[in-house]
């Protein structure tokens, strides 16, 4: 049965992790680690809200700074759409899956790196297909 009350970030696990686990390991994680950690959080939620994920997704941190990078995010039928007319459309309803997802990319950034996020900016680019998600820490990692 559905259980509206979770998200689909309560119920994405890495597969072969226990969460306990996962999310005491995961406070002590930097470096490459942490992206690797990062990229996969935010890959697998994004896959639980549109049915599918990116070709290829990178993090990076700098400071206070996380930026990942996600490419070929857009469907079949949002590519159709954004070579004719209605990129502008298309363009629209990113922003509100981006929106829709945001609370739970939060979260993840907030658990992997146990600092809290102070502010979120996502952005897509059609063509290129390529979207950006870059999170303000409250300190430095």
């Known amino acids: ?3 509206e009350t979770r998200t689909p970030a309560d119920t994405f696990q890495a597969p072969g992790h226990d969460r306990d686990k996962l999310m005491e390991d995961t406070r002590q994680l930097t470096g490459g ?7 996969s959080a935010l890959v697998g939620i994004q ?7 990116p070709s290829t997704a990178s993090t990076f941190h700098y400071n206070n700074v996380v930026v990942t990078l996600m490419t070929d995010v857009l469907t079949k039928a949002e590519r159709a759409l954004a070579v004719g007319d209605s990129g502008d459309a298309v363009a629209n309803v990113r922003r ?3 929106k829709a997802m945001e609370p739970d ?11 809290e996020v102070s502010a ?3 952005a897509n680019h059609l063509d290129p297909d390529i979207a950006a998600t ?8």
């Open 1 to 3: 049965m559905y259980d």
């Open 33 to 39: 680690e942490l992206n690797a950690a990062v990229t």
């Open 47 to 53: 896959s639980a809200y549109l049915g599918r994920g």
């Open 96 to 98: 509100l899956f981006q």
């Open 105 to 115: 990319f939060i979260d993840a950034v907030q658990r992997l790196t146990g600092r």
């Open 120 to 122: 979120v900016m996502s």
């Open 134 to 141: 870059v999170f303000l820490l409250d300190s430095a990692l």
